[in-house]
Every structure is written in C-alpha cells, then in structure tokens.
C-alpha cells in the first residue's frame, strides 16, 4: 500500500533547531515535496528533492534517501512565525502527490 | 486576481442539496487539482485535470464532479450533499502536469454540511 508518516506534533524553542522526519511507501517514486501550513491558510511550498542528499535553502534543509524511503526537513533558528504544520508530499507512480497527515510545530519563546 | 481563487470562502449546506465550488487560477498552469483536507488526516486528492478538456478521478472522487472547459475554470460539483462531505476544500495548480511540479494552492472553502 501506500502510506506517508510523519509525527503528528513537535515542540521546539525559539532560536533552536528542530527536524522532522518523514518516512514514505509508495508505489513508485519520483519525488518527495515539503509544504508549509499555517492555521487556517493554504499549504505553500517550501522544498522538494528528487536525488539523495541535502538541499539547503537559507534557514531550511530538506533530505532524502531513497533507499531508506526517509526525508527530513530542518528548521534553523527557529522564530516564533515558523509554528505551522508541516506536510510531507511524495509523488506515485500515477504522478499524483500522496500526502502525509502533517506534523504541528510549536515554538515556544 | 493573482494566483489561484476559491469561492465561497465558507458554505454551511443541507444535506441533499447540489453545491459548485469555484476555482479560477491566472497563471496559465496546465494541470489543475481538488483536494479535501480533514483533521488528522492528509489532503486527499478528488479530482485532478492535466489539461484544458481531459479530467482524472483521485483517491476520493464518490459524490463528487469536475470539469475543466478552458484552462483558468475548474470548479467541483457536490450532486446532492452528505454530512460526511463536511471539510475543508482546496484547489490547486501546477505548470506541468506530472506529479514533479510545485502545486499552488487557493485559499480553501470551509464546507459544512448539515
């Protein structure tokens, strides 16, 4: 079957670091996307990698390996507008998104 | 307009009663998408359409109806409301039309069905 997990809450401290992982089964792949939700808005785009290793784009960094069918995004420098959730999307073999059921970040000051 | 809209933003429904949810994007994306959002689960894809003229049934597409006449327009009909019908509804948008591509999402719908 095809199934995406991902914690479902975090707390964390501003100004620290915090990672959340997201381990993945699907029926072929091509791809695992990292949205960013606050309450009550849309999900919007925050990273997305296709080969293994690090991607790092200024206080955010998203990771994979295919082999292990894990990813995680790190969140440096933590501020107080980072509470959100966090969605870790993969891509099928139908070239549809199959979403996990998001993690909720809190920072606490 | 820029982006993607949705309207309304909120619908408190009847039960049995026919529903359009409307989704208009101005960034000429091919590919276009409806997804429903519940608590403790993950978006779930209804209805998705590659191209202007051609429409796709997703994960949860029961009660529910699309159809993409031109490439901005892509709105999703409710036949006859269902309590279990009760989420929040969000439209989105992608260039190309494989699953490699940023989606872009509208501002949600807020269904109640009663």
């Known amino acids: 079957g095809q199934n995406i997990d991902q914690p479902t809450e975090m707390t964390a401290t501003e100004g620290a670091i915090v990672q959340i992982n997201c381990t993945y089964q699907t029926s072929g792949f091509n791809g695992l996307f990292w949205y960013q939700q606050h309450a009550g808005e849309a999900p919007t785009f925050l990273s997305y990698n296709v080969l293994d290793g690090l991607e790092e784009k200024g206080r955010f960094s998203s990771f994979l390996s295919r082999s292990k069918g894990y990813s995680y995004l790190l969140l440096k420098e933590l501020q107080m507008k980072d509470s959100a959730s966090y969605l870790c999307a993969a891509t099928d073999s139908n070239y549809q998104l199959i979403w996990g059921a998001g993690t909720k970040l809190i920072i606490k000051p | 307009i820029a982006g993607i809209t949705q309207a309304p933003t909120s619908q408190i429904l009847a039960a049995g009663r026919r529903m359009t949810l409307r989704c208009t994007q101005d960034?000429?994306?091919?590919?276009m998408y409806w997804y429903r959002q519940d608590l403790g689960l993950g978006l779930r894809l209804i209805h998705y359409s590659n191209t202007a003229g051609t429409t796709g049934k997703g994960e949860v597409p029961d009660g529910y109806s699309v159809s993409r006449a031109n490439t901005d327009d892509f709105p999703l009909t409710l036949a006859s409301a269902v309590p279990s019908q009760t989420s929040v509804y969000f439209c989105a948008s992608s260039e190309g039309d494989g699953g490699t591509d940023t989606q872009y999402f509208g501002p949600g719908t807020r269904l109640t069905v009663l």
């Open positions: 960034m000429r994306h091919n590919a």
